[in-house]
């Protein structure tokens, strides 16, 4: 039998995924989820995509396997310039797959400067 996928939002209790969020700070990208009721023998596979349609693994995590709530974190030390896209894939032993939600981050990288903010007035020359 073929592995069973599922979306984000679709039977998120079955899933095991929770609490999912993807945060840009310095520079690097920090996926963070929990899992509870967590089956034996499954991994977390970090999925990156620079047009959201097209993912790559870029991090693994392995579960753990108990019925406690857990932490995971992983983070992107180089992310892409621009438009990034994220999700977390859960297979577990039997092969069945689970996605999370897609998260969308923006590096605007070095060239990004905080003091130029385009509501605020341009100085004029005298």
């Given amino acids: 039998s073929a ?6 939002g679709y039977a998120q209790h079955s899933m095991n995924i929770f609490n999912y969020t993807t945060v840009y700070n310095s520079g690097k990208v920090f996926v963070n989820w929990t899992a509870k ?17 097209k993912f790559e693994s870029v991090g693994v995590k392995e579960g753990i396997g108990t019925n406690l709530e857990l932490f995971y974190s992983w983070m992107d030390q180089t992310p892409p310039a621009g438009f ?10 039997d092969g069945t797959q689970f996605y999370s939600a897609t998260n969308t981050i923006i ?10 903010n385009y509501a605020q007035e341009a100085e004029s020359e005298e």
Avoid at 37 to 53: F, K, M, Q
């Fill in 3 to 8: 592995p069973m996928v599922q979306a984000a």
């Fill in 37 to 53: 009721d967590e089956p034996a023998d499954c991994i977390y596979i970090v999925e990156r995509s620079s047009d959201g349609r």
């Fill in 84 to 93: 990034a896209y994220y999700r977390v894939k859960k297979i577990t032993k």
């Fill in 107 to 116: 590096n605007q990288g070095s060239s990004f400067n905080p003091k130029s």
